[in-house]
C-alpha cells in the first residue's frame, strides 16, 4: 500500500466511522448479559481495551478482553463473547472462535470477511460486516463504533448514537491538529532515536489502551520498539528498574488527560524521575470533553506520527513483514 493512500486512511478516519454509525441498529442480539467478553489480536484486539474502558467509565456491564487463541473457562449462557479480526483469517481468533462454539455463550463475530464471516454462515452467527480492503490497525473507527453500535441497539450503552456523532464531529473538527502535532512528534521522535534513546510512552490510568495503541502504531508503522509506562501501577515496578536502567537513555512520551488533575500529578511524578535521568520528554495534552474523544483524538495524531516517523526512517509503515512471517507459521504451531 501506498504511504499516501494509508496516511488517507488514517484522516479519512470521520468518515470510516459514519459508515460504522450509518448501520447503528442494523445488527442486534437478544439476550441478558453479565458480561461481555471481546476477543481479537494486535489491531483488532486493541478495540476490545477500548470498549473495555468506555465501559469501566459509565457503562454497566463488565468487559474482559482476550488476546489468545484460549476462551476464559467463565464464559456461560450469560455472556456475550464478541470474536473481532478485521482480516478475519487470523488464526489465534478462529480458535478462540471455535473453542467459544463448544461453550453456551452467545457468540457474535466482527470482521471485513475471511473464516470468521464463514464460520459464521455455517454456525447462523451473527456477522457484523466492516468494509475490507484496509490494514487493520487503520480500521479502528469501523471496528470500534460497529461494536458500539451493536451493543446500543442491544441494550448494552456504553456510546450512544448521539455521543457517537459528537465523537465523530468532534475528530473532524481537531483532524488539522492531529496532522500538526502527529508531524512534531515524528520530528522529535526521529532527533531521539539518532541518539539512541529508548522510546518510552507514558500515560495515566484510565488511558492505558491509548499507550498501548501508540505503541503498537510505532512498532507497526515505525519499525520501532517501544516501552509503554502506566500510571499509577508504574509507581509500584517500573520506578524501581529506573533506579538502574540498561539501556539508559530514554524519550518519553508522556500522554495526558489535563482534566484529570490526579492523572496530571501523577505523570508529573513520572516526570521528575525520568528528567533526574536526563530523559528527553513530549508532552501531548489530550484534547476532547469526553473519554470517547480523548481516545479517538489520540489514537488519530499516534497513527499519524508513527506513519511520518516510519517515512522519516526510510521504512515502509503499511508493510508488516515479520507479522507476516508469524503468520505463515502459526496454523503449523497451532494444530499441535
Ligand atoms: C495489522 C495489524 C495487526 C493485525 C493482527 C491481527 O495492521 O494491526 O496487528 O491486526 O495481526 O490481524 P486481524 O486484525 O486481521 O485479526
Given at each position: ?5 494509508l ?6 478516519w ?13 445488527y442486534?442480539v437478544?439476550?441478558?448479559?453479565d ?7 494486535g ?5 476490545g481495551?477500548y470498549?473495555?474502558?468506555?465501559s ?6 463488565p468487559?474482559?478482553?482476550n488476546k489468545?487463541?484460549?476462551?476464559p473457562?467463565?464464559?456461560?449462557e450469560?455472556?456475550?463473547v464478541?470474536?473481532v479480526s478485521y482480516?478475519?483469517n ?6 478462540a472462535?471455535?473453542?467459544a462454539?463448544?461453550?453456551r455463550?452467545?457468540v ?8 470468521l464471516?464463514?464460520?459464521s454462515?455455517?454456525h ?7 468494509p ?12 470500534l ?12 450503552t456504553?456510546?450512544?448514537?448521539d455521543e457517537?456523532?459528537e ?10 491538529s ?8 515524528a520530528?522529535?521522535?526521529f532527533?531521539?532515536?539518532?541518539e ?10 484510565p ?10 502504531e510505532?512498532?507497526?508503522?515505525s519499525k520501532l520498539?517501544?516501552k509503554?509506562?502506566?500510571?499509577p501501577?508504574w ?13 539508559s ?14 492523572g496530571?500529578?501523577?505523570?508529573e511524578?513520572m516526570d ?12 501531548l ?14 489514537s ?12 522519516k526512517?526510510?521504512?515502509d509503515?503499511?508493510t508488516?513483514k ?6 505463515s507459521?502459526?496454523s ?5
Amino acid at each position: 500500500m501506498e504511504i499516501t493512500r494509508l496516511v488517507d486512511t488514517y484522516l479519512s478516519w470521520p468518515k470510516q466511522a459514519l459508515l460504522s454509525i450509518n448501520e447503528w441498529g442494523k445488527y442486534r442480539v437478544e439476550g441478558d448479559f453479565d458480561e461481555i467478553l471481546i476477543t481479537g489480536m494486535g489491531g483488532s484486539g486493541i478495540v476490545g481495551d477500548y470498549v473495555q474502558v468506555l465501559s469501566a467509565s459509565k457503562g454497566a456491564t463488565p468487559v474482559y478482553v482476550n488476546k489468545s487463541h484460549l476462551i476464559p473457562s467463565f464464559v456461560s449462557e450469560k455472556t456475550l463473547v464478541i470474536i473481532v479480526s478485521y482480516s478475519g483469517n487470523t488464526i489465534e481468533s478462529i480458535k478462540a472462535l471455535e473453542r467459544a462454539l463448544k461453550t453456551r455463550g452467545k457468540v457474535v463475530t466482527v470482521s471485513s470477511g475471511g473464516a470468521l464471516k464463514d464460520i459464521s454462515t455455517r454456525h447462523g452467527l451473527l456477522h457484523v460486516q466492516v468494509p475490507p480492503g484496509l490494514l487493520p490497525r487503520a480500521s479502528l473507527p469501523a471496528m470500534l463504533y460497529a461494536i458500539l453500535g451493536l451493543l446500543d441497539s442491544s441494550g448494552i450503552t456504553i456510546v450512544s448514537k448521539d455521543e457517537a456523532l459528537e465523537s465523530v464531529a468532534f475528530l473532524e473538527k481537531t483532524t488539522p491538529s492531529c496532522i500538526e502535532i502527529g508531524e512534531e512528534i515524528a520530528s522529535w521522535l526521529f532527533e531521539m532515536i539518532r541518539e539512541n534513546r529508548l522510546f518510552v510512552i507514558a500515560t495515566h490510568s484510565p488511558y492505558d489502551p491509548l499507550a498501548i495503541r501508540g505503541k503498537n502504531e510505532f512498532n507497526e508503522n515505525s519499525k520501532l520498539v517501544a516501552k509503554v509506562d502506566i500510571a499509577p501501577e508504574w509507581m509500584h515496578n517500573d520506578i524501581v528498574g529506573y533506579e538502574f536502567p540498561v539501556p539508559s537513555k530514554f524519550a518519553v512520551l508522556e500522554i495526558l488527560d489535563p482534566a484529570d488533575s490526579v492523572g496530571a500529578k501523577l505523570v508529573e511524578f513520572m516526570d521528575r524521575v525520568y528528567r533526574l535521568l536526563d530523559a528527553q520528554v513530549y508532552r501531548l495534552e489530550l484534547k476532547g470533553s469526553t473519554l470517547l474523544e480523548r481516545l479517538v483524538y489520540g489514537s488519530l495524531v499516534l497513527g499519524l506520527a508513527s506513519v511520518y516517523l516510519g517515512v522519516k526512517r526510510g521504512v515502509d509503515p503499511a508493510t508488516t513483514k515479520s507479522i507476516a512471517m508469524y503468520k505463515s507459521e502459526a496454523s503449523k504451531i497451532f494444530s499441535s
